[in-house]
């Protein structure tokens, strides 16, 4: 529970706190961060903190004391969700962080087998692949392509490639460098 306005601390604060959590717990269970949704905290506030705790790799989050809502409240935060789009699912062999990246993202990864990251472009030409191996733990990647070139701004798919088992669902990838 990171109940930031409690704590005199920005709606971002959330997200330290999952990511205190996460490295705490290890890969060993799953994290969903509370945000403080009472008091003096608005929509707005609200969707920063679920950003702030998406941003680092948690696996949800829940609205402590959702009852104290107002419409306009609500309102606020549904607007916010929508525009950041679904949470990815935890039993994905693989997940990004942040979901629209300036300069580095993080992969959390779950992989059984050893497997291939593979990063295309919207028509499907791989731009950057890595071997990867077995295990849960965290892969950043510098949003260079296979040549160290960096990548220009624009949409992106990646997805986990495992020789004889096909890949995993393909998630979307945005990077914006004046972010």
């Known amino acids: 529970m990171a109940y930031h306005k409690d704590y005199g601390k920005s709606p971002s604060w959330s997200g330290t706190v999952a990511e205190g959590a996460i490295a705490a717990t290890a890969g060993k269970c799953r994290v969903y961060g509370g945000v403080q949704a009472f008091g003096a905290v608005t929509g707005t506030d609200i969707a920063a903190a679920v950003q702030s705790i998406r941003d680092v ?42 979901s629209v990246a300036s300069d580095s993202v993080k992969f959390y990864l779950n992989l059984t087998k050893p497997a291939m990251l593979v990063v295309t472009d919207l028509s499907g030409f791989t731009v950057f692949s890595q071997a990867l191996t077995a295990g849960s733990y965290v892969y950043t990647w510098d949003l260079r392509d296979s040549s160290g070139q960096p990548l220009k701004d624009g949409v992106y798919v990646f997805y986990v490639s495992v020789a004889g088992e096909g890949n995993s669902w393909p998630q979307r990838l945005v990077i914006e460098r004046s972010v």
Do not use: K, N, Q
């Open 57 to 98: 790799g948690s696996d949800g989050f829940i609205l402590f004391r959702y009852g104290t809502a107002s419409d306009e409240w609500l309102g606020e935060v549904v607007e916010a969700l929508t525009l950041m789009g679904p949470w990815e699912p935890s039993d994905e062999p693989i997940t990004a962080a942040p």
